[in-house]
């Protein structure tokens, strides 16, 4: 399938993006395609102003470099005005209830994105407002990130169905997402993580429903060592990640043994790629000998966070029209 030109058009079923458990595979796809298209088109020197005269308030209550940057410029690209409200420059949850919070910025601005801590926010925006939410991250869900993974995973390996996908590490929000769209596209999907770290198991039954629905599988285990073999791709994420500051030193412990290596690295394919979403302290889930590697591909990743979500912004603030 050429993701090129699978479905570049701009009518779409859903408002908003929240989990990403909420669309079809051919929506994913959908997506992606229209990432891809205006990704191809811009670097040969077209410029689309889909989100002329949009604007987008950007939400930060978790601090950020590559969902400020990317969110933020893909706005502009697409001829769109973006406006950053940090967590201490307004009122969400805290003077002002969340839904009051959306339906004001509904009277305001064109659509909502939001990185933050609880699930329950961009839900509630998109609940009690009447324009899209995008969900920049939250504890539970990352689906941005999960969507530039994609597209990366198909422009190096030029298929996603069949493949497979490890992660080794925690089972949080990243691990969660990628599970999600992995068994939504057909995608095998294994994860390694230390006994209480496992994927939840809200999200471990959506998994399951997902691969009896697409074909694909999904194991989780305690060894790398076995979630690794025959992967086209291992993944990794950090082991403390942001509001889990405090329980570091006994992550580091407990993740022991998870780091991805070279060594763990030549137990998947040959060819296999090595993904992050980033920031990557590096000598911790990974060594600077793989993060540096050929098989490295973490740069493409983040720069395909732009593009990934230039399609969730064209598809859910543009039109045909």
Known sequence: MDLLTYNTSLTFPHKHLLCLQEYSPEDILHVLSVGLHIKKEYQAGIRHQILKGKTLAMIFTKSSTRTRVSFEVGMLQLGGTPIVLSGDEIHLGKSESVGDTAKVLSRLVDGIMIRTFAQSDPEQLAAFGSIPVINGLTDDYHPCQALADMMTLYEHKGKLKGLKFCFVGDGNNVSSSLGIICSKLGIDFSIASPAGYELPE????????NCAASGSAFVMTAS???????ADAIYTDIWASMGQEDETARRMKDFAGYQVNMGLLKQAKPDAVFMHCLPAPRGDEVTDEVMDCPQSIVFDEAENRLHAQKGVLALLMGSDD
Do not use: H, L
């Open 202 to 209: 809200k999200v471990q039954e959506m998994i399951r429903a």
């Open 224 to 230: 790398p060592e076995k979630a690794v073999q025959g």
